[in-house]
């Protein structure tokens, strides 16, 4: 059986960017982390950072480095939220949110990888997270 343990990402400093995914997402970093591993738990899976010498930050939307990879977080409040990941060193760079408020918001984090704030249509927030809403 296939199981999917961890989403590992490159950076140049664990703990910076372990602390700034942990403020992003409420979860606190592992105790047993250090400069060369940091993890967040998720239920089974882990979001863990690797220290990697000479890392070269991606620079979306250059193809040069390519992005490889993003996260995307659904939000209730995306003005809210895009205050607060700002405020933790995440950079706006660009905005897809249409006239009704819905959409999404790129960033990047202080290690330069992108990703999305998102609020979709018809997504009815309960106490174990989104609900999105049937296609049919």
């Not at 700034?20 to 250090?34: A, I, L, M, N, Q």
């Not at 979709?120 to 989104?130: A, C, D, M, S």
């Amino acid at each position: 059986m296939l199981r999917l343990t961890d989403f590992i990402i490159d950076c140049p400093d664990t703990m910076k960017l372990a602390a700034f995914y942990s403020e992003v997402t409420g979860r606190p970093v592992k105790e047993d982390s250090s400069e060369e591993w940091a993890g967040i738990r998720f239920g089974e899976i882990e979001l863990a950072f690797i220290r990697v010498d000479g890392h070269r930050a991606p620079q979306w939307p250059d193809d040069e480095h390519p992005k490889q990879f993003h996260l995307d977080f659904e939000v209730d409040d995306i003005e809210a939220e895009q205050r607060r990941v700002l405020d933790l060193g995440a950079t706006l760079r660009q905005d897809f949110i249409g006239p009704e408020g819905y959409g999404w918001r790129i960033y990047t984090d202080p290690a330069g990888h992108p990703f999305c704030l998102c609020r979709n249509k018809g997504v009815v927030w309960t106490e174990e997270g989104p609900v999105w809403p049937s296609l049919g």
